[in-house]
Structures are given as structure tokens and as C-alpha cells.
């Protein structure tokens, strides 16, 4: 089982229509959870961050976490086609008995919002 | 200048050539890293430096060579490459490497061997 687990997708949606893209990660002591988005060729960028279970909201990103399910979403409300990007999960995982951890990336789901 | 710095943006090089890429942050960060990013393909760990020590290597070939001189610079010497290493490496940083303030990465370095 892979540590962060996403589907490539392509997931493509009409403008004005909510996106869920979702996630599920492998290590229950794993603390934080965030959202990356990459535009094609470009560096990830942070757009959301969670570290409680529950619903947390920016704009029109909502991220959503449930540890007991091991699972953390992004839904994005009203899509535009400037959304079009891939979108990486990332869990920050203990690095098998060492005293670090680390962020582990998921492979990435690719968005595409049609006008 | 603020964030994650990488230079060159861009780089082709010959497979008998000699390069490095530089990244430098700005954040005050302790932990920087190497990720490889081939077309279409998920990002690849390469190397993860924590207070200068390098702390991990996901068996990297050789002919990669990080360099971490202090807690703000890395480098990544590169030399006898092959085609297939043609990618954007990306360079990132964190406050630890346990991720809980998650990584702040570079623009990257789009590399073609040739």
C-alpha cells in the first residue's frame, strides 16, 4: 500500500461546479495534511493546510479531514478554468523508526475545469 | 530576496558535461531538499538534509553529488548524466523535516541532457 494515496484522474468538472479531490494516507500518527497545486511545468505551490479533524475553509478551498478514516479531502467551489493544475496530497509520515518524519507526496490528480 | 531561490532556471547540458544547480532559502529554515520531477510523473525524493547533515538518500545515483555547506545553501553537482535524467528538480526547504509546517519549494531547474 503506497504511504499517500491519490487517483491520477484526469478529473475534469464544468466551470461554476465544485471539485472533490480526495485522498488517503497509510500512517496514523500522521499530524499534518496539506494541498499543494503544480501548473503544468511550474514549482508546487501551498494552497491549503489541516491539522484537526473537521471541515477548514479559504475562499472558495475547503479542506477536510477525518483521521479515523485515514482520509483528507479538497473540495473547490466554483471551479474556474485557472484552476486547471494538478493538485498533490501530502501527509507528513514518521520515517520508519528514525526520530524525523517527513512530508510524503502523493502522485498528484490532475484537474481540468471546462468552460 | 524571500522564499526559495534556484538557479538556472534552465540547463542543457551534454552528457560528458560538468554542472551544478544552486538553491538558497530565506526562511530560516533548518531542513532543505532535493526532489526530481520527471514529465507526467509523480515528484521523487532525492536527498534531505536536516542542519546541514544529510539524513537521507533514496538511492541516488552517483553521478547526482548534493552539497550542503550551511543551513541556507544546497547544491546539486551533476556529471556524466544520461538522457533520462532530463526532468525539473526541484529544491525545497522546511523549518524541521518532520513536515508539520509542510515545504516550501524553489521555482526548480528544468535540465535536458543531450
Known amino acids: 500500500q503506497k504511504e499517500v494515496e491519490q487517483n491520477s484522474g484526469p478529473l475534469s468538472v464544468p466551470e461554476g461546479a465544485i471539485a472533490s479531490l480526495n485522498c488517503t494516507y497509510s500512517?496514523?500518527?500522521?499530524?499534518?495534511f496539506f494541498w499543494y497545486r503544480q501548473y503544468s511545468g511550474k514549482s508546487p505551490e501551498l494552497i491549503m493546510f489541516?491539522?484537526?479533524?473537521g471541515d477548514k475553509e479559504d475562499g472558495r478551498f475547503t479542506a477536510q479531514l477525518n483521521k479515523a478514516s485515514q482520509y483528507v479531502s479538497l473540495l473547490i467551489r466554483d471551479s474556474q478554468p485557472s484552476d486547471s493544475a494538478t493538485y498533490l496530497c501530502a501527509v507528513n509520515t514518521r520515517a520508519g523508526g528514525t526520530s524525523y518524519g517527513k512530508l510524503t507526496f502523493g502522485q498528484g490528480t490532475i484537474l481540468t475545469v471546462h468552460p | 530576496e524571500t522564499g526559495v531561490t534556484q538557479t538556472p532556471r534552465h540547463l542543457v547540458m551534454g552528457m560528458t558535461n560538468k554542472k551544478s544547480l544552486k538553491c538558497e532559502q530565506h526562511l530560516g529554515h533548518n531542513a532543505m531538499y532535493w526532489y526530481k520531477q520527471s514529465a507526467k510523473k509523480p515528484l521523487e525524493l532525492m536527498f534531505v538534509y536536516n542542519f546541514k547533515e544529510q539524513t537521507e538518500n533514496n538511492s541516488v545515483p552517483s553521478r547526482f553529488s548534493p552539497e550542503c555547506p550551511n543551513s541556507s545553501h544546497l547544491f546539486l553537482h551533476l556529471h556524466t548524466l544520461q538522457p533520462e535524467d532530463s526532468a525539473l528538480y526541484l529544491c525545497?526547504?522546511?523549518?524541521?523535516?518532520?513536515?508539520?509546517?509542510?515545504?516550501?519549494f524553489g521555482s526548480g531547474t528544468r535540465l535536458t541532457v543531450v
Open positions: 489541516i491539522y484537526s479533524n
Open positions: 500512517d496514523r500518527g500522521s499530524q499534518s
Open positions: 525545497a526547504s522546511s523549518q524541521e523535516t518532520g513536515g508539520r509546517d509542510g515545504y516550501t
